[in-house]
């Protein structure tokens, strides 16, 4: 029911694989442009193309009226999906850490000798090679893209789920979703 749907979502997958596999920060920052285009057209597809079954129309149509509305479990996609989505293709903006190297504090309590006082070391380490690309603001800041990316895919394919069962009749009597 939801075919088109979720074979966009399976490129998805495939996109956040390709960014986790690149080195090279200009070729990891054009996965993640094509990854959010997908993030977000699954719920294009599933509307215009998927949606010209009825029962997948309605179903889906209800379900976008809870994501858009503020249900603390459809927040990654109003601010996730949606926003990332309208920032890098509208506006050619990135919400992510700019450089190669990202510096990260480690922060450790030392006890002095002296007195066993306990005191607050730190150092500076810059990671590379792909080990973490932050998010800089908002929604889920400090976390690791890819990480969040990984999240609304998981969140899709259960929506899409939801809309298989909605749309196959599996729902209540008064159009509200099974537990």
């Known amino acids: 029911m939801t075919t ?12 956040l694989q ?23 057209a699954v719920g294009h597809v599933l509307d215009k193309v ?52 990202v510096e990260v504090v480690v922060s450790v309590p030392l006890k002095r000798v002296s007195d066993g006082k306990v005191l607050q070391g730190g150092a500076i380490f810059p990671l590379d090679g792909n080990v973490y690309r932050p998010l800089l603001d908002g929604f889920r800041e ?3 893209a890819r990480d969040v990316l990984s999240e609304a895919i998981d ?6 789920s939801e809309i298989e069962r909605m749309a196959s009749g599996e729902y209540a009597s008064d159009g509200g979703r099974l537990a």
């Open 4 to 15: 088109r749907a979720r074979l966009v979502l399976d490129d998805c997958r495939l996109a």
């Open 18 to 40: 390709m960014l986790e596999d690149e080195t090279e920060l200009r070729r990891w920052r054009l996965h993640w442009v094509a990854a959010i285009a997908l993030i977000r």
């Open 50 to 101: 998927d949606g010209k079954d009825t029962s997948v129309k309605k179903a889906a149509r209800a379900a976008y009226a809870e994501w858009t509305g503020t249900a603390q479990e459809h927040e990654i996609f109003r601010e996730f999906i949606e926003r990332e989505r309208n920032t890098i293709l509208k506006e050619y903006e990135f919400n992510l850490h700019p450089d190669e190297a």
């Open 142 to 144: 400090g976390d690791d």
């Open 155 to 160: 969140w899709w394919d259960r929506e899409l």
